[in-house]
């Protein structure tokens, strides 16, 4: 089960930085456990002391929310992961061992509509340890919602913003679970209908 914020009360604008710099609380521990399942699975660009493949359980990965900063505009935003609640799924992704003061950096990178939370994870060469990851939940204004994967594509394949195409984080995504060994439905059949749409 997830630590929300006491603060948290539902209905949160885009811009997390402030709710996240307030749960700066790290009990003496001079380094984290911090879960990435999207882009933090490729791009990791801030200082870590281990890197380590990992999962959580209870959570699947989702393109339902918006990116307004990074892969889309405010008018026309694109679509990015976040993590939703399944009984029985499995996540894979990529766990970084940092220090507190990495969140500074992290808090805005992950700035539109993601919390940053407490969550169990599992490494994958064995153990276990209470981490933290960044998730959007579906009452940020950014939160775009279910969608059929033939549209989310299609939703990727016109969406741009300052970090680059939405198509090119799709991508790497792919790419990188792919390097894990790791297969995810819903991120492989999105990327088969973007390759249909451009071939066209």
Aim: proline share 5%; glycine share 10%.
């Amino acid at each position: 089960m997830l630590a929300l914020p006491l603060f948290y009360n539902g209905g949160m604008t885009a811009n997390t930085i402030a709710i996240n710099q307030l749960m700066d609380k790290f009990d003496g521990h001079h380094s984290v456990w911090l879960f990435g399942y999207g882009s933090l699975i490729y791009k990791a660009d801030f200082p870590y002391l281990q890197r380590r493949p990992a999962s959580i359980h209870g959570w699947t990965r989702r393109f339902w929310q918006g990116s307004h900063d990074h892969r889309g505009t405010p008018e026309a935003p694109g679509r990015v992961v976040t993590l939703i609640e399944e009984a029985g799924a499995i996540c894979h992704g990529m766990a970084y061992l940092i220090t507190p003061e990495v969140f500074a950096h992290l808090d805005h990178r992950e700035k539109n509509g993601y919390l940053r939370l407490s969550i169990p994870m599992a490494f994958e060469d064995g153990g276990d340890i209470e981490g933290l990851v960044y998730i959007a939940t579906p009452d940020n204004t950014a939160f775009l919602g279910a969608a059929s994967e033939q549209d989310i594509a299609a939703h990727i394949a016109r969406s741009t913003g300052p970090s680059g195409p939405n198509s090119d984080y799709l991508n790497h995504l792919a790419n990188a679970l792919r390097e894990l060994g790791r297969h995810d439905q819903h991120v492989f059949e999105i990327q088969r209908h973007l390759a249909a749409l451009q071939s066209e």
